[in-house]
């Protein structure tokens, strides 16, 4: 299946819409079923009042537009591009996927979790983080500061990639259910349980999941401490057999290398659902 861009989308730097956050992109692109009109998305998402903006709707909507997900198919009516990649998959992970997709210069929003990846430490200060988004990636037309760091957490750590503590660390393991669905529609699609071969598939079509990829790849600290909270709950089974030459290396791992593994049941407590999706179900008790 091909990976489809938005036609005429915007040029505006994805990491620019300061005014975006994770759980309306997600409300706003489930209400655009087929062909919608935008007065629509506005009597929904606006608040009817004197001072009320449409100004982040309108930024909410450029933003799924940016990343592939609608399209103007008229100046007043949005619609769903339709069979994207991995369209069976949780909006979550699917922005992972069309984030991974885009050419330069948009490929600098993922690209920030490449530099937390290959930082390979659990926390990071947003500071630190600003510092090492500076260095490794200067080449971008526009300047790095702590709103566009800002921009990129409000938006990753709601779909379960990070998670954010008082506004100023980043706490780099992904939700349990980003990692449990990545290692199932891996499964599910390719019919081997081969770690390598997984996180190998997981670099390629969402995020970047390795610290370093010379040799034999090691996991990335946040990512390993993910792995292990599922081996701890029972939930994955991590197997090095003696014979294994494809391996990778997960430092929380008892074995200093894993080859294979095996997921049991998903649990159906809060810790594996998405973070909006246990948002939500707090809000309807």
Known sequence: MTYTSASGKSDRDLVSYQSVRGAEAKAIYETIMGPTPVHELHSHFVKPTEDASAGPVEDTIAFLEATDFIEHPSERTLQPIENQPFHDLSFELRMFHHLSQQDRPQDHFIRVQRVVAQADTALYDKEHLLEDVKRELDTYSFNWNIEKVQTWYNLMAPFGLVSVRNNQEVLTSPSPAVVYDLL?????????????????????????CYADQGGTPRVHRGFSDTLETLVSDNV???????????????????????????LHERPSRPAYRYPLEAHDQEVAQ
Do not use: I
């Not at 390719?190 to 190998?200: I, M, Y």
């Open 236 to 262: 994955l089974e991590l197997e090095a057999p003696s014979d294994a030459t494809y391996e990778v290396v997960v430092p929380s791992a008892t074995a200093d290398r894993v080859s294979n593994y095996t």
């Open 184 to 208: 199932d529609a891996f499964e599910t699609r390719e019919g081997t349980t081969q770690l390598r071969e997984a996180l190998d598939w997981v670099e390629e079509n969402f995020v970047p």
